[in-house]
């Protein structure tokens, strides 16, 4: 069975940094498209960054230049690595995974920015 376990999330004030992980447990992890969203409450799941199998990147206007999405195929393992956070940086972080045209979330961690 697939899993996308997410960890890393928690409370941090405005400018700090925080790295999320994500454990996958999906069918040819090295060949899979991964990526990150958000959901702040109330509003829609949106794209924050993805990774392609050849590690190509790609990421949201409001995150460039702030976070870092990488991932360590031995260990089947997807990091983002956010910086300079802001207070609208707060939201539920899902990891998600395309793996051989099937679709896969994490049950999401809880990224808080506030002073």
């Known amino acids: 069975q697939v899993q996308l376990v997410e960890s890393g999330g928690g409370l941090v004030q405005p400018g700090g940094s925080l790295r999320l992980s994500c454990a996958a447990s999906?069918?040819?992890?090295?060949?899979?498209?991964m990526g990150w969203y958000r959901q702040a409450p109330g509003k829609q799941r949106d794209l924050v960054t993805l990774?392609?199998?050849?590690?190509?990147?790609n990421y949201a206007d409001s995150v460039k230049g702030r976070f870092i999405i990488s991932k360590d195929n031995a260990k089947n393992t997807v990091y983002l690595q956010m910086n300079s956070l802001k207070p609208e940086d707060t939201a539920v972080y899902y990891c998600?995974?395309?793996?051989?045209?099937?679709?896969?979330w994490g049950q999401g961690t809880q990224v808080t920015v506030s002073s």
């Open positions: 999906v069918i040819s992890f090295s060949s899979s498209l």
């Open positions: 998600h995974a395309n793996s051989l045209g099937s679709r896969y």
């Open positions: 990774i392609t199998s050849t590690g190509n990147t």
